[in-house]
């Protein structure tokens, strides 16, 4: 079991990023957390991370952290994802896109805050549990939470604990669209002039209220369309022509359709062949567009996406949308390595800081990356790809270990109880050389 101690100095500057949102006693409290949520073994509720701890105070200290301390969760982990994005030395017109999805947790605690239904995928039908909204920044091939939230149930508003968590928090129902455009709007109003920004989507959040988000923000966006859409074909001087989507596509990838490769998404990846078709027209509540007709040659599924911006191919255009995945990757690594979920809390703010702190485990976890990479993060339009979160859970764990050795390396202790210690951790020589 890995020992938390005080904050390894690879990660200081991390942390003075965030501290002016704490309070003194706060902060105590904040760094040691946020250490064992990148660290630790097992789950990531309040025993196991207070187990792994060299605090002293007692667990339930800790706890009214989580649940009642009023910290601003959001905000630390928008300065955080800031800190984390500067690392890279961004450059005026380089791309940022915007990864959002929807994921849900499985919860069986009857008085627990906001819990609705989801499902889940392998359960049959619906289960109770909290469903989660996720936005992630994705810059040179790194991925950066930038927003967590709750959905809370229309029904839960009308019940005692609903009117106290709107009368505590001045929350008021939201719906998930709704909740993507707040998140939408409170990015910051200059990404727009220095950034070519993307927003990628799934076809659940291609309707009027995103869209509007992010025509109003400056950016543009990449979505999935439904097939029962109607789209507006241009042609030229003539009446547009409305088709619906699921009977106007198999004829357009027939007849004007061209088969092109795409470049893996991974290095030493295979090609990937699909057939191509681009249109240009308008849709319903969305606006005018670019649609993209893909059918992939390995099982013949057919897409359609659609784009803001009119001057991108259909290569880029499919090219950009295969990269929305990499938040489903993202939230499936948050969910195994990081604790995303596993939270015990009855109240609403203490799941809310919890998802929070899982977050900010995997910036941990990237700006330790990033800092060891150095000048190579930050080569204008460089495409990284840094090691899996297991990968970069155990080199931390080595700087971690270190920091522990030192510690008992005072004139009392014997270097042979030292050299036993880092025989029985089975530390590598390369890896102690990169954590030092």
């Known amino acids: 079991m890995v020992t938390i101690g005080k904050i390894p100095k690879i990660l200081q500057p991390f942390c003075d990023a965030v501290r002016p949102r704490f309070s003194k006693p706060q902060f105590q409290h904040f760094g040691p957390l946020l250490l064992a949520f990148a660290v630790s073994f097992g789950r990531r509720n309040i025993d196991s991370l207070y187990a792994s701890m060299q605090e002293k105070t007692c667990r339930q200290k800790l706890n009214d952290f989580m649940v009642e301390s009023r910290w601003a969760s959001d905000e630390v982990l928008r300065d955080a994802a800031l800190f984390a994005l500067m690392q890279m030395n961004p450059k005026k017109g380089e791309r940022l896109e915007i990864l959002i999805d929807g994921t849900g947790k499985r919860k069986r605690g009857k008085t627990m805050d906001a819990v609705g239904y989801i499902r889940e995928a392998g359960t049959p039908g619906v289960i109770p549990g909290h469903k989660y909204l996720k936005t992630a920044l994705r810059f040179r091939g790194v991925i950066i939470p930038w927003a967590i939230d709750i959905y809370v149930p229309k029904k839960f508003f009308k019940t005692p604990d609903g009117k106290d968590l709107a009368q505590r928090t001045g929350r008021r129902f939201r719906t998930l669209n709704e909740m993507t455009a707040e998140m939408l709007t409170a990015m910051p109003d200059n990404w727009a002039r220095f950034f070519k920004v993307y927003v990628l989507i799934d076809s659940g959040f291609c309707n009027p209220t995103v869209c509007s988000a992010i025509r109003e923000k400056g950016f543009h966006f990449i979505c999935a369309a439904q097939s029962t859409r109607l789209f507006h074909v241009d042609r030229g001087r003539r009446k547009p022509k409305t088709v619906k989507l699921s009977t106007h596509v198999p004829g357009v990838l027939r007849y004007r359709g061209r088969n092109v490769e795409l470049e893996p998404k991974r290095r030493g990846g295979k090609k990937r062949l699909f057939r191509l078709a681009t249109q240009t027209g308008t849709m319903n509540g969305i606006g005018r567009v670019r649609c993209v007709f893909s059918k992939r040659k390995s099982d ?37 390595h990081l604790g995303l979920g596993e939270y015990q809390h009855t109240w609403f703010e203490g799941a809310l800081h919890h998802l929070h702190l899982s977050c900010l485990a995997h910036l941990t976890l990237t700006v330790v990356e990033l800092t060891r990479l150095g000048k190579k993060a930050q080569r204008r339009n460089a495409v990284l790809q840094l090691p899996s979160t297991r990968e970069l859970q155990n080199r931390l764990r080595a700087i971690v270990w270190q920091d522990t050795l030192r510690q008992l390396r005072r004139p009392s202790c014997r270097d042979e109880i030292i050299h036993h210690l880092e025989r029985s951790l089975r530390l590598e020589e390369d890896v102690l050389d990169e954590a030092a």
């Open 300 to 336: 013949g599924s057919v897409l359609t996406l659609v784009t803001s911006d009119l001057d991108l191919s259909a290569e880029e255009v499919a090219t950009g949308y295969g990269w929305r995945w990499e938040i489903e990757v993202t939230i499936k690594a948050l969910k195994q």
